[in-house]
């Protein structure tokens, strides 16, 4: 009787899904080029220059720009006579301020075009930025589904981890410092002119950031696959992603000076963004923005500590597709039962996190904000999201009471 309850309380929910699902099969989403290897960082002002722009405002953030790592870049877009702004205020999780401080400097100097140069969070604040150049709104109105009515100036993207995929992605990411929340901007408007992996721009990247970011690029494509969106495009990406970065994720973040390896997750991340743009995620990304919002906490880390048990949630709903996800990444045997290899994924995610030092529970949070948090979750969550299992207040309360670390001893 229960089980029937919660069917006919759902369908509301599946309902609307089944309407997004039809819509996006045939929603067509630009997939931007991709000029790859090394040293093609230096490549790419001949891209950047097919546009016809002579100014562009580079987005990135203060580290990189102290480590000098868009030196090159910006010497080569001299030498094909572009001249770059640089506007590296970005913060880990950008704000409203952020988007009008570099919107006011693109103005200021002229600027006919953006770069974004970074990971996640730069390459979100430069399409919001760029986005705000010809749509006249706030970034309120912007918030959801196809709300821009016009496309943005020449937009591009250099990533230098891989992780969000925001360079393959309709959507951004910000946040309300007022409200306490994050929340996301999509529209294929918001997809690159064109994009770059260059291997060369991510070895220094820190162990800690290798495994954070390639764990978010895996939640990416696992929440693609096991949602109701899938489709043969998606599967086949989400796929590949899944199987690089179940065996090479690790490698990577012992040996990080490997360009081999550091391509692969190049390709990994995108290719799971191509998956999640068209599928959307489903409630470890709600449950992160939530972490994000009200505390701060790294994307790519509050996914990889959450996915764990969003998959324990939904096992028995997504057993089927799980199972596939653990064949094509070879953790089994044909022979294997459904059950068996979904467990065997599950447990291998599990085993990542704790050989790259990802700890189990969410450092920031607390108790008391549990009932809040659980209620912003399945507001962006329910119905947006086209999830195995549909999750309930109090099924979101008990997973972020395992998440507290005032409640779950630390593993």
Not at 7 to 12: E, G, L, R, V
Not at 24 to 32: G, R
Not at 147 to 157: E, G, I, M, S, V
Not at 307 to 326: D, R, T
Request: with cysteine.
């Amino acid at each position: 009787m229960q089980r029937v309850l919660k069917t006919i309380q759902n369908a509301p929910y599946r309902s609307s899904q089944l309407v997004m699902k039809q819509v996006a099969q045939v929603l067509p989403l630009p997939i931007p080029p991709v000029l790859q290897g090394p040293g093609m960082v230096r490549r790419f002002p001949e891209i950047i220059a097919i546009s016809g722009v002579n100014k562009v405002l580079v987005v990135t953030d203060k580290p990189l720009h102290k480590m000098g790592l868009l030196d090159s870049f910006l010497c080569s877009l001299e030498t094909n006579g572009i001249d770059a702004i640089v506007f590296d205020k970005v913060q880990p999780n950008p704000t409203f301020e952020n988007i009008e401080d570099g919107l006011a400097l693109y103005y200021r100097s002229n600027c006919q075009g953006i770069v974004a140069f970074g990971g996640g969070s730069p390459i979100d604040c430069a399409k919001i930025i760029a986005a705000k150049v010809t749509n006249r709104k706030s970034i309120e109105k912007m918030r959801g589904l196809f709300k821009l009515t016009r496309r943005l100036p020449p937009f591009f993207a250099i990533p230098t981890t891989a992780g969000t995929g925001s360079e393959a992605t309709i959507c951004a990411v910000i946040t309300d410092l007022k409200n306490h929340e994050k929340f996301v901007i999509s529209d294929p408007k918001l997809v690159p002119l064109a994009t770059v992996f260059d291997p060369e721009l991510s070895v220094g990247l820190p162990p800690s950031l290798t495994a954070t970011t390639g764990m978010d690029a895996l939640t990416h494509a696992v929440e693609a696959y096991i949602g109701k969106y899938d489709t043969a495009f998606v599967k086949e990406k989400a796929l590949n992603a899944t199987e690089i970065i179940i065996n090479n994720l690790e490698d990577t973040y012992h040996n990080g000076q490997d360009l081999e390896l550091r391509l692969k997750m190049a390709q990994a991340s995108f290719d799971a963004g191509l998956a999640f743009t068209r599928a959307y995620v489903g409630y470890v990304h709600a449950i992160a923005h939530a972490m994000g919002g009200f505390y701060g906490v790294p994307h790519g880390l509050a996914n990889a500590i959450i996915l764990p048990y969003i998959l324990e949630f939904s096992k028995k709903a997504a057993e089927k597709k799980l199972a596939e996800l653990a064949f094509y990444a070879g953790l089994g045997e044909a022979m294997y039962d459904d059950e068996t290899l979904a467990e065997l994924f599950i447990e291998k995610i599990k085993s990542m996190n704790l050989h790259m030092g990802i700890p189990t529970t969410i450092y920031a949070l607390k108790e008391k904000d549990i009932p809040e948090l659980a209620k912003r979750i399945l507001k962006e969550g329910n119905p947006t999201y086209p999830v195995p299992r549909i999750m309930n207040y109090q099924e979101c309360c008990d997973i972020l009471r395992q998440l507290c670390p005032e409640r779950a001893p630390e593993a």
